[in-house]
């Protein structure tokens, strides 16, 4: 934290970001980077769908012949379901769309989720974790203290996606990632660690960890980012950012078209996630994530600065719902609420207390960003 607050004249990230920059009229370094490296190129995903086509009859074009010619793991969430929508209904491909239960799925998050798969005529294999492991790691890295309690749905959920297209001989990974809600990237210090860390993730486990992690699948990044990409031929390609895509808009089409019902927030499809980021993240760290998710929207004009401001002043989720959150997660990691408000009470940690490969991690993101293959700010 700086030594004096201050706040985005123009969006709502501010001093809880250590690193955070303003320029003379006191804008960001995440709306500077937004308006000279993203929407040049990006053109806020208007007059795209010429370069969309031509990906698309490339993906058609080398899957001919197979059951599948992409994949797309599916949350149930916004951005995963509309992806699904465009790449079926205007790229016109046969994608196999995956789920990965990791055992915090939302009854509304299933619900959405089989709604598109009858609604788009589409198949869905569901990859589920091991509850037992997953419970352990989940354990573990509460116990580990650092801020980024996600890590291991992500790890689970990418690792898993990118393990099932390999081994079914699946080339193209279409996400839902992009530049319209996700413009401002949260920093490491609010849980943004940038990527699979097996190094972090193996430490954290081997000192707080109880189980074998058996079957828990974890593809490294630079397994994927390197091996998958290059010697396998692996490409991960956003729709997203080739279409017009307004949230709010996003949200109605899918309920006109399938009955799909919009989540309260981001992430609000997991159960965790939910929680973490609405309960653990900002009473424990001080951190909100809802500052980078509300900002992204500012910049896009999505959202009014006032808008966010006022939405950001009161929690997303009312105390007593919250604190039955606190009580559920407990009875799903098979501790008390004791235990686990004891965990909460202690002393917060970042991933530098363990070992991890982030110096090599962050050097790969900025070769990324200078060769422009990266758009967002990463730090």
Sequence with gaps: MKNSYEICTNCIMDTTDPHITFDEKGECD?????????????????????????????????????????????????????VAHVVKNIMGLRPLLLHVDAGWNTDQAVANIEKLVDGLGLD???????????????????KS??????????????????????????????????????????????????????????D?????????LKTFPIVDILKYKILYKYLYGMEVFRPLNYVKYVKVEAEKTLNELYGWEKFQHKHHE?????????????????????????????????????????????????????DKEFQYVANKLDISKAELNEIFKGKNKTFNDYKNKRFLIGLGSNIMRKLGLEKRLFR
């Design 145 to 202: 203290q650092i801020s980024d309690q996600d890590l291991p749905q992500d790890v689970a959920f990418f690792s898993a996606l990118y393990k099932f297209a390999r081994k079914h001989n699946i080339k193209y990974v279409l996400t839902g990632g992009n530049h319209s809600t996700e413009c401002c990237r949260e920093p490491e210090e609010w849980g943004g660690f940038p990527g699979i860390d097996k190094i972090l993730i193996k």
């Design 270 to 322: 997991s159960r965790f996630t939910r929680f973490y980021e609405d309960y653990w993240m900002p009473k424990k760290f001080g951190y909100e994530k809802r500052r980078a998710h509300f900002s992204s929207l500012i910049m896009t004009g999505q959202m009014t600065r006032e808008e966010a401001l006022e939405r950001i002043s009161s929690p997303e989720m009312s105390e007593d719902f919250l």
């Design 30 to 82: 995440y709306c500077q980077n937004f308006k000279n490296i993203i929407v040049p190129e990006w053109k806020y995903g208007e007059n795209r769908l010429d370069e969309l086509m031509t990906v698309a009859e490339k993906i058609k074009k080398e899957g001919v012949g197979k059951d599948f010619d992409c994949i797309i793991g599916l949350s149930g969430g916004l951005d995963s379901s509309y």
């Design 204 to 212: 954290i486990h081997s000192k707080f960890g109880t189980k074998p």
């Design 124 to 142: 869905l294999y569901t990859e589920v974790i091991n509850w037992e492991e997953m419970k352990d790691l989940q354990l573990a890295f509460l």
